[in-house]
């Protein structure tokens, strides 16, 4: 368990950085295309796709560390309500469906990344695979930090996304 707690805080750390360059880029691009643009009356025809696919992949790998961090949308209302032995059973079962879900979407991912390889971008001179292999390596990493956090959960009852302070109320 340890082994896998500490992969997924060095993955966390390493797609950290990895989101802090392409905000930057991102912020970059974009701000040097707005003054270009409304200063100067230049355009950068790349710009507006580039910033796309930063943002895509922003995303896709921002949305791992938001789930090791517990940022998701949840019900806790509801899960609140529940009582504790329900509630560890519901949350490892919203785990587990989680889990079962991002490996679809890795298959499926890398599956896609194969089907548009041969397509390029139509400004930028990369293929379309690029801005698609978001897909299954944010899965893949979501899947990275949830298996110790659901590891965790059904090991001790202490839940990634509950407070010790609400733990302490139930």
């Not at 079962?93 to 879900?101: I, N, R």
């Amino acid at each position: 368990m340890q082994t896998l707690e500490r992969l997924a805080e060095r993955v966390a750390y390493w797609t950290g950085i990895c989101v802090i360059v392409l905000v930057a880029a991102f912020t970059l691009v974009v701000s040097v295309s707005v003054l270009l643009r409304y200063g100067f009356s230049l355009g950068i025809d790349w710009s507006e796709e580039l910033s796309r696919y930063l943002m895509i992949w922003m995303g896709f790998l921002g949305a791992s560390l938001a789930l090791r961090n517990g940022a998701h949308v949840g019900v806790d209302m509801v899960r609140r309500a529940l009582p504790r032995s329900i509630r560890r059973l519901v949350i490892l079962t919203g785990s587990a469906t989680c889990l079962g879900f991002f490996v679809v979407v890795a298959y499926q991912g890398i599956h896609l990344v194969g089907m548009v390889w041969p397509q390029p971008s139509l400004v930028l001179p990369v293929s379309m695979s690029w801005p698609y292999l978001a897909i299954p390596l944010g899965a893949i990493l979501m899947i990275i930090q949830l298996v110790p956090i659901t590891i965790r959960e059904w090991r001790t009852g202490t839940f990634a996304h509950v407070s010790e302070a609400e733990e302490r109320l139930t």
